[in-house]
T-cell receptor
Framework: GAVVSQHPSWVICKSGTSVKIECRSL??????MFWYRQFPKQSLMLMAT?????????EQGVEKDKFLINHASLTLSTLTVTSAHPEDSSFYIC???????????FGQGTRLTVV | SQELEQSPQSLIVQEGKNLTINCTSS?????LYWYKQKYGEGLIFLMM?????EEKSHEKITAKLDEKKQQSSLHITASQPSHAGIYLC????????????FGGGTRVLVKP
């Protein structure tokens, strides 16, 4: 299967700082990537759709100024959590696909802890 | 409320026994995906079903999608400790893109 790499795997940051998470498709081009958030013992909640070369599409209730998404190339999307607060602590995971109707492959996730 | 209902929420099974997980949607799906996740890790793709009545198998895992494309089941035969984890079904309701809505997950524990 295709490989999606997410970096870092875990990060601890202080309140008020910003954190950038990278999602890379290593062996295929992904025009669309997705960012999810997962709270402990809960399922994945879609945050936004990252489109290469255009603005991201955010799900209802997700602050676009809080969670900045950039999809600068066909193999890289970044999620920046700005002015992080403890309530932003969560497991963030991205996915990427080759195209319509194909499998969505997920990164290994990033555990963010804001202290 | 969940758009995709997954049951049971958790399951403890003796090693060697079979188990079944169900995933139900109130709306017709374009595609249904099954993933396995270990706590705090990424998702491992298991299977994708797109056609009504479709059934796929890989090793000891079989997934089915009903004719109406609203319900799917994941069946594991002769479970092993390596099958332990969280199983998630993801629904793709549109032909455009692979934006998935996930069920609540099923935690599987296999007792040796």
């Amino acid at each position: 299967g295709a490989v999606v790499s997410q970096h870092p795997s875990w990060v601890i940051c202080k309140s008020g700082t910003s954190v950038k998470i990278e999602c890379r498709s290593l062996d295929f081009q992904a025009t669309t990537m997705f960012w999810y958030r997962q709270f402990p013992k809960q399922s994945l909640m879609l945050m936004a759709t990252s489109n290469e070369g255009s603005k991201a599409t955010y799900e209802q209730g997700v602050e676009k100024d809080k969670f900045l998404i950039n999809h600068a190339s066909l193999t890289l999307s970044t999620l920046t959590v700005t002015s992080a607060h403890p309530e932003d602590s969560s497991f963030y995971i991205c996915s990427a696909t080759r195209g319509l109707g194909t499998e969505a492959f997920f990164g290994q996730g990033t555990r963010l802890t804001v202290v | 409320s969940q758009e995709l209902e997954q049951s049971p929420q958790s399951l403890i099974v003796q090693e060697g026994k079979n188990l079944t997980i169900n995933c139900t949607s109130s709306k017709t799906l374009y595609g249904l995906y099954w993933y396995k996740q270990k706590y705090g890790e990424g998702l491992i793709f298991l299977m994708m079903l797109q056609k009504g009545g479709e059934e796929k198998s890989h090793e000891k895992i079989t997934a089915k999608l009903d004719e109406k494309k609203q319900q799917s089941s994941l069946h594991i035969t002769a479970s092993q400790p390596s099958h332990a984890g969280i199983y998630l079904c993801g629904a793709d309701r549109r032909a455009a893109g692979n934006k998935l809505t996930f069920g609540g997950g099923t935690r599987v524990l296999v007792k040796p």
